[in-house]
């Protein structure tokens, strides 16, 4: 290892310890009960839940799969995207934040799943087992996609191999969330989202420098067919994958058309907002409903300058080192390119740390609600009612290790496309979930059969229009989250009005939630 390499490990390890001391000091509250590690006992301030919630949901794709989707193909598919998260951000916070918060107090909630079928005041736990198997699933996913930023990371800054340092960054990650449960997981996804905002306006700002200003940078990009339009894209000329370079330069054909369809599917991302556990899960913790205000400035702040900041810096990597990465998953390490090439060993470093932030901020939190999923809502809600908080705290660890594995062989191929695995797991849990929450909160109406339908039918129709009906084509080629939502609203409406109307002591309960003000 050379010295440039050892400092920058240096600097990641400080970083590392750092949130290591974090879980520890927070290891003895965590142990405390249930809803301690789980739910922090209610105890998030506006900063931390409204930074921690956006740090673990952008994950490693904020700083390696945006910015690689604009430096391979141009704006139009990252912009609005971006646009489209933007919104969403802001809506869930406006929208289902207080309602959320004050309704799970309520009915006494401490997970998404307990919420829904607390929500339907359910017997027989159907709502509670088929939300906490879309969790495990979509979430063992997700986590899937965290590992492979970190296998991509620290193989290609020290060309070590891609499955030993993959599966170094799942036990680290493991052992944090082990020790100190939802509290250090928030806690440590705070200062982790200041990193990650911190060093994309850094490497954001020397790159537009290097490259001679914002007016040279946009000359350039202009210059790509489609690279620079809103409704249109780059495409690049490849062979067996890898683009095509002749005298020094990326070669592109003739730029794509950037559909109304299209851009409607990268909108629709803003959707999946109303169905993400990690985010929805802040709501519930935060202490007090009118410090949700607050947050939810915070977070469209955070969000708004880390979306524009990771997808232009995947235009000015591109003016920078038009060939250095030659196929649409190398192009997800632009900013690692940028990072090393720009910054001093030691500040490359802690650059790096902020990608190691994304990622461990997001796959901290997926591994802790799927295992809480598994623990508190089937193993005590099903598979053994009377088990003792001790016994929950034991299988949600052993959860968290099984998890762990799964996920890591889900990333064993280091070929594998981070943002278009984190696109799969966002549009199962917006349209398994993001229905149903809105429809839960916001119409009385809603029964259990109606939720039962919306989960079931928004979830599979993800895989269906995934694996059978987007590979068609044409019309059919969208993002899976808008037809599987829309399926799923319809289901939840229909089979709401085709069956009873929720009992009496649910409808009241829901009129509770709607008109009580909590402090």
């Known amino acids: 290892m050379g010295a440039d390499s050892f400092q920058i490990l240096i600097a990641m390890c400080i970083y590392m310890a750092v949130v290591v001391i974090i879980g520890v000091f927070y290891a003895k509250k965590a142990n405390e009960s249930p809803e301690n590690y789980f739910l922090g006992g209610r105890t998030l301030g506006p900063w ?47 929208l289902v934040s207080k309602r959320l918060r004050r309704y799970s107090v309520i009915n006494e909630a401490i997970t998404l799943p307990e919420f829904f079928s607390n929500r339907f005041r359910e017997e027989k736990k159907v709502v509670l087992t088929i939300a906490a198997i879309f969790i495990l699933v979509f979430f063992t996913v997700y986590a899937g996609s965290c590992l492979v930023t970190c296998g991509k990371l620290f193989s290609t800054l020290f060309g070590t191999s891609y499955v030993t340092m993959m599966i170094l960054g799942a036990v680290f990650v493991l052992v944090y969330t ?39 940078v946009m000359e350039n990009v202009k210059s790509i067919p489609g690279f620079f339009d809103f409704f249109g894209i780059a495409t690049p000329v490849t062979e067996n994958g890898v683009q095509v370079v002749e005298n020094g330069a990326p070669v592109f054909g003739e730029a794509g058309t950037y559909s109304i369809l299209s851009i409607c599917s990268t909108l629709a991302w803003g959707l999946g907002y109303f169905g993400m556990p990690q985010v929805l899960l802040r709501f519930m913790a935060i202490r007090s409903e009118k410090e949700l205000t607050m947050s939810r400035r915070i977070a469209a702040v955070w969000v708004v300058i880390s979306l524009v900041a990771a997808v232009t810096i995947g235009l000015v990597g591109r003016v920078l080192y038009p060939t250095a990465l030659g196929t649409s998953a190398e192009s997800e390490n632009i900013f690692i390119h940028m990072s090393t090439q720009l910054l001093p060993p030691l500040l490359a470093g802690f650059a790096m ?85 809105l429809f839960s909160l916001f119409w009385r109406r809603t029964n259990r059969a109606g939720a039962i339908a919306g989960m079931v039918s928004g979830g599979v129709m993800v895989f269906v229009w995934k694996l059978l009906i987007k590979p068609l084509g044409g019309i059919f080629g969208i993002y899976e989250l808008l037809p599987a939502f829309i399926i799923s609203c319809i289901f939840i409406v229909v089979v709401s009005l085709a069956t009873k109307e929720p009992d009496k002591q649910v409808l009241d309960e829901f009129d509770r939630a709607k008109n009580t003000v909590m402090d």
């Open 48 to 94: 931390v839940a409204a930074m921690s919630a956006e740090a673990s949901d952008m994950s490693g794709w904020l700083l390696m799969g945006l910015p690689g989707v604009a430096y391979w193909c141009g704006i139009a598919d990252a912009m609005w995207t971006a646009i489209g998260l933007g919104i969403g951000t802001y809506l869930n916070w406006l």
């Open 178 to 216: 082990f020790l100190g449960g939802f509290l250090a997981e928030s806690v440590s996804d705070f200062m982790q989202a200041i990193i990650m905002i911190v060093v994309l306006i850094l490497i954001l700002g020397l790159g537009i420098s290097h490259a001679g200003g914002i007016s040279s």
């Open 353 to 437: 740390a902020g990608i190691l932030a994304a990622t461990m901020s997001s796959s901290d939190s997926y591994l802790l609600i799927a295992s809480s999923a598994f623990a508190k809502n089937i193993y005590q809600g099903l598979m053994k009612k009377e088990a003792t908080d001790e016994e929950v705290m034991k299988i949600s660890r052993i959860t968290l290790i099984v998890i762990t594995i799964a996920a890591i062989i889900i990333a064993i191929d280091e070929n594998s496309v981070i943002f278009t695995i984190v696109s799969f797991a966002w549009a199962g849990f917006g349209a398994t979930f993001g229905p149903l929450m």
